[in-house]
């Protein structure tokens, strides 16, 4: 100790960078990564037959096994390009996305040209690591040498991923600089890839690791065919620390457990679970009051984890619950949940989207989409109180609506003319109904368009507001007003409904 | 239409007069006024007013100072009184009137205040103060570009101060002391401060409106708003009869039909004309006579424009304005479209419930019920203003409540509002607020539902928000010993306002 304290100190006076010359693992860790250069363009959510502006993002690829890159899906998602490089910057190579998983922010790169890959060596994953662990974090000089820097976990607790999920976060105090143009960087440990940085806080010198046990896990179902993200119970929890409320339930301190809410047609509530149900035992853990069970590695962790990380979808898991009667009692029971990966129709304003196109449907002059989490955050990090109230709500009240609805279909713009003057004020509205057809997703825009009634078309909207438009000239008008505000045509105006019912 | 910057021009600085102004001294009256005789009919109103405390209901509330102008009118019936804008003398505890002339404060009270139209009227019990001054008349509205004089104590200064402006547009405006009622207005570009509000504005001599809101500089420049004699005059017929009524409503939602389309799929007859109701509520004035879908062509006889316009006394108003000069129980004539026919419908109006949730209230002491440190309140305007944009679904609630009509499903929505904590109620940590649905399986439609609820007896007590799973449980026998703690805890005299 005393001997790297005065080491530390020479190296100062010499004006050395420090980081450098932390001891090397064993292995040559800038054998196993490439350097990565996306350019990404986000579709426009608020003007869908366009693009926004393309930019890039660098950052550091890990080679795993097979050839592969693993990469955060920061890195890959809406990519129009992906351009690899070796670290001492003698060999590139394109590369395309073999898979990816936005809610769990990872993706795999396969390279165009596997000669990138000569004299590398593909990191092994490393298993779960308890809190108290220290990190090496990898970032690459100009000249391709390493550069690590230490990152001790001070937590190994589920936290909340870019789209929103909840998943296992390695929280770790760390300084790291700015190298690379990012902290899209591997954390490692025992030569072994430990995570993925995600992000980093300089203020509060802390970064946030998507740790290998996830990764793991990721790996493994995406190669699988139809894979559609990390297993599910469609669950929403609430602590259950109330000694009274405990009393009255009829449950015992030692009996744990956490009141459950089931999202809308998701595993939990097709297997029978409700609103207010406590759920005491999870895969044959017991579940305490603040929703952990007892992880032989991570110690205290949250139940969620056994779901996400520990099973796949299309997996049976058994859930012991206790229902409360309402009258300060309450029976227990069983329910066998089978984990589902993300399934869009239980989503009626989607948390995010599919693909590269918005759907969309112009219609005459009116712009047609469904409403959804991405169309909200065009309103900014604020968007909660800065988004139009009323989709706000729709949006974070989803699992109350009780009509047979899959998506809110939205006025979410309006090409100015004659027919629709006044309309403005109607946007960000719900469409009710077209021409009487109840619209219950984007799809029933078209089915509605074949039925106008005495030669208008009649768009009611929720509030009670409705726009005529004249039928006989519907597609021309349309086709002019594209042609006048330069909107391309080639896109297909009714998309398909993004699932079959 | 957004009307953030808009300011009440009531001033709350009291200490100004003390900066600014020297007590007149008796050689002010030799000196001979520059304003003619009217100016002795305008007055300054002081006034002391508490403001009630939403978040902290048994508290008496934060009591502060201000000044306003108003001018003095003879009321057939009454005699000599004060008219002003209801805001200059809201919430008042103490007002004192003072004027051109007289040489000390005079002791007022407010006999009749219409907080839906700003305007109140003041009398003064010694008629010594009346006294060689002579009473104002109302005029008509002024034409665009007519020159008009404000009156008035703008900042707080001791002798009346007079500008002049120009009439600049006349409209339907937000009248922002309610913060739901919109009133034709006239905007005016004569430099109105605060302290002018109640004030009069001259033309000829006569009073053609009453100073009362404008926005501050850092949004619009030069723009005040009067309230003009068409409201004035409809308070003081409305309160002829011994007591204020206020407006009536018609109680539907419109949309303008600004599309050649819209009007051809229709079939409106006419060219540019007809609003297509949108909206009709079930408590209000035109249930059962007005639908949905129905196409108004002509209010009283006045054609609807298709932008919502009807000419009236030779003025471009919202069709509402015919609405707006009646009173509750006169009836209103509309000429419909419904279904292609031209029909004809009559009916009498109503007031404004249940837009008077959203409205803000004055004069009135906060309605609660504190029980085991949980705080519940009925949901309206006040409330909101003191609780902030916290939580999502009592904001939708009061929002929406007339749009979605949730009215109908409770009157009064009761509000969990606060909680101060007590050992009796360590269980509800991480709670905020939410609306309450039921208590002890009672459903929970009013203020006096939750302390029914409270009052049958139970073991426990069990309270469910609306979209919570999770009931929020008090032990019955804890919440009585904490009840008399809590209250010597936190300083609260009474429990309850009901």
Known sequence: MTAATSLAALL??????????????????????????????????????????PFNREGLGTIIADGRILVTADMAAHTTCINLETPDKKMHSTASVEAMDEECNLAVLRPSDPDILKDRRALPLDGALPAGTTLKVLQLEANGSPALSSATITTAALGSYPAGNSYLIYRTTTTIPQRDGSFEIPA??????????????????????????????????????????????????????????????????????VAISPDRKGPAEKAGLRKGDVILTLAGKTIDAEGNYEDPVLGKTCFGNLV?????????????????????????????????????????????????????????????????????????NNWPSEAPQNLVALDVFQNEETSDRRRYVI???????????????????????????????????????????????????????????????????????????????SQSPYPPASFTP | MRFIGIIHLLLTLAWIPCILAKPPSAESSSARSPFPAFAASVVRIEVTDQTPDYRSPWNAGHVSGGIGSGFILDIPGRGKRIVTNAHVVSNARFITVTREGVSHPFRAEVEFIGHDCDLAMVAVQDQTFFEGTLPLTLGGIPPLESAVSVYGYPLGGERISVTRGIVSRIDSELYTHSGVDSHLAIQIDAAINPGNSGGPVLQDGKVVGVAFQGYSGDVAQNVGFMIPTPVIKRFLQDLSKGRYTGYTDL????????????????????DNAGVLVTDVHEKGSSNGFIHKDDVLLAIDGHPIACDGRVDLDGESVDMTEVVERKFEGEKVHFDVLRGGQRISVEFPLQGTWPFRMQSTSYDTAPRYLLYGGLLFQPLDRNLMDAIGNGDLRVRRTFDEFVERHLYLKKEEYVVLSRILPDPANADCDGLRSGIVDTINGMSIRSLDDAAAAFAQPSKYDVIMLEGIGLPIVLKRADVLSANPRIMKNYGIASDRRL
């Not at chain 1, 300060?328 to 589902?340: R, Y």
């Open chain 1, 12 to 53: 100062l006076l010499a004006g050395c960078d420090l980081t450098r010359k932390i001891p090397l693992l064993a292995g040559v860790p800038d054998a196993s990564v490439l350097r990565v250069y996306s350019t990404i363009q986000y579709p426009d959510v608020r003007r869908p037959w366009l693009k926004k502006q």
């Open chain 1, 188 to 257: 490692l440990h025992n030569d072994k890839l430990a995570g993925l940085v995600m992000h980093y806080d300089p203020r509060a010198q802390s970064a946030e690791v998507i740790p290998s046990p996830l990764i793991q896990r990721f790996l493994t179902e995406s190669s699988k065919r139809g894979f559609k993200g990390l297993a599910r119970a469609g669950i929403i929890w609430a602590p259950l620390r109330g000694t009274t409320l405990r009393e009255w339930f009829g449950l015992t301190k030692e009996q744990g457990g």
């Open chain 1, 308 to 380: 996400s990380m520990g099973s796949s979808p299309g997996d049976r898991i058994d859930v012991g619950y206790f229902r409360p009667d309402g009258r300060g009692h309450g029976s227990t029971g069983t329910a066998t949940l089978t984990l589902e990966g993300k399934s869009p129709e239980t989503e009626i304003s989607p948390s995010m989207l599919e693909g590269e196109n918005i759907p969309h449907a112009f219609f005459g002059g009116l712009l047609f989409e469904e409403l959804s989490r991405p169309f909200l955050r065009e309103w900014g």
């Open chain 1, 411 to 489: 006025l979410s713009g309006l090409l100015p003319s004659e027919e629709t003057v006044g309309a403005e004020r109607l946007t960000n509205h719900v469409v009710e109904k077209i021409n009487g057809i109840p619209i219950r997703c984007l799809g029933d825009v078209a089915e509605a368009r074949k039925h106008p009634a005495g030669g208008f078309h009649r768009i009611d909207l929720d509030g009670g507001g409705s726009i005529f438009l004249e039928s006989s000239t519907l597609d021309s008008e349309e086709e002019r007003l594209k042609s006048r505000f330069g909107i391309s045509s």
């Open chain 2, 251 to 270: 109680s539907i939602a419109i949309a303008p039909l600004l599309s050649p389309t819209a009007r051809k799929a229709l079939g409106v007859p006419v």
